[in-house]
């Protein structure tokens, strides 16, 4: 069964760091793209970051450019997203997605974990 | 503002068919094939339920089905179920940054 157990949201004050995990299990992870959204309290969804197979390519929007990174450890199974100067507006659950494969590229992301709820304020 | 346009609200009543429209422009919905939509019940997380514009995840009835039209896609769900009562987001790779954008989302109601 195909399973993403996202983890490390916390209460942060602005200008803090989180680093948040995503652990994957139920299928070959190295073969996946990897992404991370988010969805502030009572609003839309947000795409956030987007990683390849292995490393690259790595995407993030401009807006974010900067503050976020994404990596991954296949021999972990895990994705992880690491948000620095956290701002007020950062305050969302963030979940990660499978993004399809390099042979079936669907550019769309499969969320199968409940999220982590990350909150900034002072 | 969010990059899509979707209406706020839709309803319908059991048995029927609802479309929600989404609204993109040349830069994502009008160029790439890769349109998305999203179905999240309150309190839990957001599921996917069409990608590529018309392909179905393994689980999702065929009740559910996907179109394009020039800078236009649109999700119909047809033989309305309470359950289908959710928020429906949609999703398009786009040209340069950012590489995806999302629709504001549309409340559909069974009545």
């Known amino acids: 069964q195909v399973q993403l157990v996202e983890s490390g949201g916390d209460l942060v004050k602005p200008g803090g760091s989180l680093r948040l995990s995503c652990v994957a299990s139920?299928?070959?992870?190295?073969?996946?793209?990897m992404s991370w959204i988010r969805q502030a309290p009572g609003k839309g969804l947000e795409w956030v970051s987007y990683?390849?197979?292995?490393?690259?390519?790595?995407y993030f929007p401009e807006s974010l450019k900067g503050r976020f990174s994404i990596s991954r450890d296949n021999a972990k199974n895990s994705l992880y997203l690491q948000i620095n100067s956290l701002r007020v507006e950062d305050t969302a659950v963030y979940y990660c997605?499978?993004?399809?494969?390099?042979?079936?590229?669907?550019?769309?992301?499969?969320?199968r974990g409940q999220g982590t709820m990350v909150t900034v304020s002072s | 503002q969010s990059a899509l346009t979707q209406p706020h609200s839709v309803s319908g009543s059991p048995g029927q068919s609802v479309t929600i429209s989404c609204a993109g422009t040349?830069?994502?919905?009008?160029?790439?094939?890769?349109v998305s939509w999203y179905q999240q019940h309150p309190g839990k997380a957001p599921k996917l339920i069409l990608y590529?514009?018309?392909k179905r995840p393994s689980g999702v009835p065929d009740r559910f089905s996907g179109s394009k039209s020039g800078q236009t896609a649109s999700l119909t769900i047809s033989g309305l179920q309470a359950e289908d009562e959710a928020d429906y987001y949609c999703c398009s790779y786009a040209a340069g940054y950012p590489h995806w954008v999302f629709g504001g989302g549309a409340k559909l109601t069974v009545l």
């Open positions: 040349s830069s994502d919905v009008g160029t790439y094939n890769h």
């Open positions: 139920g299928f070959t992870f190295s073969d996946y793209y």
């Open positions: 590529d514009v018309i």
């Open positions: 990683i390849g197979g292995t490393t690259y390519p790595i």
């Open positions: 997605a499978m993004s399809g494969t390099r042979t079936d590229p669907t550019r769309a992301f499969d969320i």
